[in-house]
């Protein structure tokens, strides 16, 4: 059984960190790209940030480009989402997913390329 669980979501203030884990088990986490994704309320779910499996490179929506870093843990199957500086714009539900998808970054982090989805942990930034 596939199984993707965020945590780490919760309450910060402008200019702080929180820091996302996504546990994973069920398939063959090595071999797969890893996202994370964030829907705000009445917006469109959109991409944050993905990790290739192929050859390690990382894509950043330019929202977050320089706050966010998405370490992934082959050892434990765990993807994380470390943001920086937030802001109150990066209030919403985070998502993690996994695609079977090979090849740059870049080129696979989209909500079609991913097979497999968590249920979501609520970040607020406010003060």
């Known amino acids: 059984q596939v199984q993707l669980v965020e945590s780490g979501g919760g309450l910060a203030q402008p200019g702080g960190s929180l820091r996302l884990s996504c546990a994973t088990s069920?398939?063959?986490?090595?071999?797969?790209?890893l996202g994370w994704f964030r829907q705000a309320p009445g917006k469109e779910r959109e991409e944050v940030s993905c990790i290739s499996s192929t050859d390690g490179s990382t894509y950043y929506a330019d929202s977050v480009k320089g706050r966010f870093t998405i370490p992934r843990d082959n050892a434990k199957n765990t993807v994380y989402l470390q943001m920086n500086s937030l802001k109150p714009g990066d209030t919403a539900v985070y998502y993690c997913?996994?695609?079977?998808?090979?090849?740059?970054?870049?080129?696979?982090?989209?909500?079609?390329?991913?097979?497999?989805w968590g249920k979501g942990t609520l970040v607020t930034v406010s003060s």
């Open positions: 069920g398939f063959a986490f090595n071999y797969y790209a």
């Open positions: 997913a996994a695609g079977s998808v090979w090849g740059p970054a870049d080129r696979l982090c989209t909500s079609d390329d991913m097979n497999y």
